[in-house]
């Protein structure tokens, strides 16, 4: 077996580097601009981690990896450290990328800093909760893992508290959606009256005029037309829970699915912003 003749060093890569090295990036797949807003976004936060996949160049001089990373320093206008390969021989990009991607229940398994009954569930939720229901931020853009793990170490109580009253998916009615908004109201409502919220939903069995009015609500969730994914549908659904549970904790009746205009169940320090466009 031949001794490999790449090199790898530790360098503080400035966006004047970077500039200079995606001149060489000429053969490389197609760039994806959402997962370097990504990037970018955890590198300005400080959330951006070094790890041993940095970036390569061939024995050709050519970029052949971590175009992404030198494309988020540019962006993010920060200077990080990167590991970085030159002499990779050509063949080296049969295996480059290929293996299994890690989800973020395998990140926070592994790690084991956070214990969930359902890390699966909960990931999901916590995704949904930093979002108001939907996996991106206010621009579409995909959380980033370092910005999951952030919630779900935060939230971990209110995340939890959730699942415990939300044991299982139950055709529609324990999706992230519904235990983000739950999640949400734990740090603010009475938890009485939040377990009968979840209590209704689950069971079916009402007792009260507001709690007939969950019926509605159950029985949207359980249509299968509503299982649907995308921003959109994420962000409709999300602020229907939102609305059927505020009209719940006030006693009040609503006659009509219709969606919260604004977010609800502020986090700890978090501030109200409004939303546009929200039609009932």
């Not at 004047?16 to 995606?22: G, N, Q």
């Not at 994806?32 to 990504?38: A, D, F, G, N, Q």
């Not at 579409?140 to 939230?155: D, I, L, P």
Request: with cysteine; hydrophobic share 40%.
């Amino acid at each position: 077996m031949n001794k490999p003749t790449f090199k790898t060093k530790l360098v503080l890569v400035t966006p004047a580097k970077a500039t200079e090295w995606l001149q060489n990036n000429t053969k490389n797949r197609r760039l994806r601009p959402r997962y370097v807003e990504r990037l970018a976004s955890d590198m300005t936060s400080g959330k951006y981690i070094a790890t041993h996949q940095g970036v390569a160049f061939g024995t050709d001089g050519i970029l052949v990896d971590g175009q992404h990373r030198l494309e988020a320093i540019v962006l993010s206008g920060t200077s990080q450290w990167l590991l970085v390969t030159t002499d990779l021989p050509p063949q080296a990009l049969l295996v480059v990328d290929d293996g299994v991607k890690r989800s973020m229940a395998d990140v926070v398994g592994i790690m084991d800093e956070i214990s969930f009954t359902d890390l699966p569930r909960a990931t999901s939720v916590a995704t949904a909760i930093a979002g108001s229901g939907t996996a991106s931020d206010g621009n579409g853009v995909k959380r980033t893992k370092a910005f999951q793990h952030e919630y779900m170490a935060k939230h971990q109580k209110a995340i939890q508290w959730a699942l415990t009253h939300f044991p299982s998916k139950a055709r529609g009615l324990g999706r992230s959606l519904v235990l983000a908004v739950v999640a949400r109201a734990y740090y603010t409502q009475p938890k009485e009256r939040l377990a009968r919220f979840c209590e209704v939903l689950m069971t079916g069995t009402p007792n009260t005029a507001a709690e007939i009015s969950l019926i509605k609500l159950r029985d949207y969730l359980m249509r299968s037309d509503t299982i649907k994914v995308g921003h959109k549908a994420a962000t409709v659904t999300y602020r229907i829970v939102e609305a059927h549970l505020n009209a719940f904790l006030n006693n009040k009746v609503l006659v009509r699915n219709i969606q919260a205009a604004n977010e609800l169940f502020l986090l700890p320090g978090e501030k109200l912003v409004a939303a546009a466009n929200v039609a009932p």
